[in-house]
């Protein structure tokens, strides 16, 4: 069974930074495409960062050059590194794995999620 | 960049049909997925591929795509499927994952 729990969540002032972990079971961080996935209060749900299993890593506009995917195999974990952070950054934090079907991966979807992290940026 | 848009609700009678819609441009090109989320939990996926149901996902949730329209049909509605529905595609042009901005399933 795939297990994903996200820690590190807080409270942050603007201009902070924090490092979120996913720890998994039951899959590798390493041999999966590996997500971060925010939701602000009240709010839909916005993906914000990917990091392939060889390697490329594509992020949000929203997050580009302030947030950092990254990933430890030996610890089976996947972290976001968070940099100047804002107000409009609060949000739960999910992780989650993207999977497709089949043999050729025509799209990706999310197949797992773990329970989220709180991130709140405020003064 | 891609955007899905979505009503933000819709309300249905139990036992009738919900539909809910997301559209986007050229959507027919890729495919969609779609999920549900209750409050305070995290998403789970019901429809993938348009139309693919996970294991253990009821068969009275399905997927249809015609133009530039996705569709979530929930059958028989019950009381229990009141929760957000977001839909969601890759895409490949720039390895983006785009979701709709959800809607609000309320049973009456």
């Known amino acids: 069974e795939v297990q994903l729990v996200e820690s590190g969540g807080g409270l942050i002032q603007p201009g902070g930074s924090l490092r979120l972990s996913c720890t998994a079971s039951?899959?590798?961080?390493?041999?999966?495409?590996m997500n971060w996935v925010r939701q602000a209060p009240g709010k839909g749900l916005e993906w914000v960062s990917v990091?392939?299993?060889?390697?490329?890593?594509y992020s949000a506009d929203s997050v580009k050059g302030r947030f950092f995917i990254s990933r430890d195999s030996s610890k089976n974990t996947l972290y976001l590194q968070m940099n100047s952070l804002r107000p409009e950054d609060t949000a739960v934090y999910y992780c989650a794995r993207g999977s497709c079907s089949g043999g050729t991966c025509y799209s990706f979807f999310f197949d797992s999620w773990g329970q989220g992290t709180v991130v709140t940026v405020s003064s | 960049s891609y955007v899905l848009t979505q009503a933000p609700s819709v309300s249905v009678a139990p036992g009738q049909t919900a539909r809910i819609t997301c559209g986007g441009n050229n959507i027919g090109s890729k495919r969609v997925h779609w999920y549900q989320q209750k409050p305070g939990q995290a998403p789970v996926l019901v429809v993938y591929d348009d139309s693919d149901r996970p294991s253990g996902i009821p068969e009275r949730f399905s997927g249809s795509k015609s133009g530039n329209t996705a569709t979530l049909t929930v059958s028989r509605v019950e009381a229990g499927d009141e929760a957000d529905y977001y839909c969601?595609?890759?895409?490949?042009?720039?390895?983006?994952?785009?979701f709709g901005g959800g809607t609000k399933l309320t049973v009456l």
């Open positions: 990091i392939y299993s060889g390697g490329s890593i």
């Open positions: 039951g899959l590798s961080v390493s041999n999966n495409y």
């Open positions: 969601q595609v890759w895409d490949s042009s720039s390895d983006h994952w785009v």
